[in-house]
């Protein structure tokens, strides 16, 4: 009896444990602290063309085996220690891509990693980058992601391990690794840095490749830009601190950004040359005020591969 009498407590405080865990782990989507007026605004195609350029959408979002990037039916194997990621279709096809979906949705997805049915997105996806955004922006991107053709198909699953498939276990780690402070204009730096460093730390999501991780697949700050494992397990990602780059010229960074031609006049080569053909896309200007940012980092030692 004296046992039994026990076990109530100790049931009750694992019921108690159990619902708290998943209360605290539950997707919060963005759009519910975002007043609804916002996305009552008209998007601009034009600037959302640009952000799709900046954000590199189309080198994991294109359907593979066809020459239009703008073909958004997804469906490329990326690798990762976790198991092989597919992204998903993101055209305007209503059933298989997200052509259902209004700006709120989209706001949700990449401010905050949570899907339309309230799903954790996996963190592959770099919306701990994008959800750095402004909400114009995602609005903007909407508006140009509307004008791009419908595909049909669905990408196929995900081959992860049964234990990374239990999504729910992902709110843990935004717990403990994801930030969504929007970032706000450093009255100390001029308007060049301060675009830079938006476009850098956000909507290019530079740091997602060029930086090592833990364990846990979260960026470790202390190697932030200065270089890590490829995603693809297939090289190493180059340091972009001036530790590794201090000799080049902001002309040389930006021109790098257009051609794709190095310095040492050499062809950047695997993901990076997708991503020059998107930031070849952007104005000078924008290229410039990158160029200026990464200047402007802290020098760190490259991390051993």
């Known amino acids: 009896m004296r046992i039994r009498l026990w076990l109530i407590p100790a049931v009750a405080i694992g019921a108690a444990g159990v619902l708290a865990a998943w209360l605290i782990t539950a997707p919060r989507p963005a759009a519910s602290s975002i007043p609804a007026a916002a996305f009552e605004k008209t998007g601009d195609p034009a600037r959302g063309r640009l952000i799709f350029a900046a954000g590199d959408c189309a080198s994991c979002h294109a359907s593979p085996g066809q020459p239009d990037r703008l073909r958004l039916g997804g469906g490329i ?49 770099p919306y701990p980058s994008f959800a750095h955004m402004t909400v114009g922006d995602v609005i903007d991107l909407m508006a140009y992601l509307r004008t791009l053709p419908a595909v049909q198909g669905r990408a196929p699953p995900h081959e992860i391990s049964p234990l990374f498939r239990i999504r729910r276990m992902i709110g843990f780690w935004k717990l403990i690794f994801f930030d969504r402070t929007q970032i706000k ?107 200026t940012y990464l200047k402007s980092l802290p020098s760190r030692p490259t991390p051993e591969p």
């Not at 990326?78 to 092989?84: I, K, Y």
């Not at 279709?89 to 309230?118: E, F, H, Y």
């Not at 200065?226 to 902001?250: C, E, M, R, Y």
């Open 185 to 291: 204009p450093d009255v100390r730096r001029d308007p060049e840095w301060n675009r830079g460093r938006y476009l850098v730390e956000s909507i290019g999501h530079c740091a997602e490749c060029h930086s090592a991780r833990n364990v846990f697949g979260a960026i470790e700050e202390s190697t932030r830009m200065a270089g890590g494992l490829d995603p693809t397990g297939t090289g190493f990602v180059p340091n972009i601190t001036p530790q590794h780059i201090g000799n080049w010229s902001k002309q040389d960074i930006a021109e790098m950004l257009k051609t794709g031609i190095t310095p040492l006049h050499m062809r950047v080569g695997s993901s990076m040359s997708e991503v020059v053909t998107d930031t070849a896309m952007l104005p000078d200007s924008d290229r410039q005020a990158i160029a």
């Open 77 to 125: 194997a990326l690798a990762s220690p976790f198991g092989t990621f597919r992204p998903p279709n993101i055209s305007m096809d209503p059933v298989d891509g997200i052509g259902a979906w209004q700006a709120k949705d989209l706001a949700n997805a990449l401010l905050s990693g949570v899907s339309p049915d309230g799903r954790h997105y996996y963190p592959l996806f």
